[in-house]
Nanobody, 122 residues
Framework: QVRLVESGGGSVQAGGSLRLSCAAF??????MAWFRQAPGKEREGVAT???????LYADSLKGRFTISKDNAKNVLYLQMDSLRPEDTAMYYC??????????????????WGQGTQVTVSS
């Protein structure tokens, strides 16, 4: 059954912005997260948000990316500013993060979307 659907990806020039959305068709009380994976690289955690609204970010992305949720609409967002070519990747939404001690571990999450491509050109 489809649980999560990402949207909002696309192609932008360096320095531009994108806002990704993840529509959840059920409400998740536990942590949600954004991951990304570039060709030939491991899937890495980008940002997480727990049930209380507390957020965590990969060190290299602090100050540029913002994760948020609209609980009424069951939508997770990732606002991406000052994009760089190295941000190019497939971005995935993850939900039901039950292991809060390892929020950037992909195996901490139960549900995944199909991904949305982000391409940043110089």
């Amino acid at each position: 059954q489809v649980r999560l659907v990402e949207s909002g990806g696309g192609s932008v020039q360096a320095g531009g912005s994108l806002r990704l959305s993840c529509a959840a068709f059920v409400y998740f009380h536990s942590s949600m997260a954004w991951f990304r994976q570039a060709p030939g690289k491991e899937r890495e955690g980008v940002a997480t948000i727990d049930s209380s609204g507390r957020t965590l970010y990969a060190d290299s992305l602090k100050g540029r990316f913002t994760i948020s949720k609209d609980n009424a609409k069951n939508v997770l967002y990732l606002q991406m500013d000052s994009l760089r070519p190295e941000d190019t990747a497939m971005y995935y939404c993850a939900a039901d993060g039950t292991d809060t001690s390892r929020p950037f571990n992909r195996y901490s999450y139960t549900y995944w979307g199909q991904g949305t491509q982000v391409t940043v050109s110089s």
